[in-house]
Nanobody
Framework: VQLQASGGGLVQAGDSLSLSCVASGRAFSAYDVGWFRQAPGKEREFVAVIKWSGGRTYYVDSVKGRFTIARDNAKNTVYLQMNSLKPEDTAVYYC????????????????WGQGTLVTVSS
């Protein structure tokens, strides 16, 4: 599975932005897909994950109520809708996929995409 993240950009605090993660390869619908982010000078952190069926999601506390993860398996795409953006959301955002596994949220991912930069100005 190859993942391609897109949709980043420069926005102002309070604005919204939607990221997309498009997967190539078969059986995408069998993968749990997560979003991560890495701010300058900081370690990568988990943001959100959606189960392969779309029926279960999990978010880091700092984005709950502001970000929504969703997927369209027919389009091999996972979305991250980000509302009420804050300067501290500035980071490179990555998507990742995990096949199989029973732990929730997933502890590890098999595939990673390149990042897309989100910059939120104050």
């Amino acid at each position: 599975v190859q993942l391609q993240a897109s949709g980043g950009g420069l926005v102002q605090a309070g604005d919204s932005l939607s990221l997309s993660c498009v997967a190539s390869g078969r059986a995408f619908s069998a993968y749990d897909v997560g979003w991560f982010r890495q701010a300058p000078g900081k370690e990568r952190e988990f943001v959100a994950v959606i189960k392969w069926s779309g029926g279960r999601t999990y978010y880091v506390d700092s984005v709950k109520g502001r970000f929504t993860i969703a997927r369209d398996n027919a389009k091999n795409t996972v979305y991250l809708q980000m509302n009420s953006l804050k300067p501290e959301d500035t980071a490179v955002y990555y998507c990742a996929a995990r096949a199989g596994g029973t732990d929730w949220p997933p502890n590890s991912y098999n595939y990673w995409g390149q990042g897309t930069l989100v910059t939120v100005s104050s």
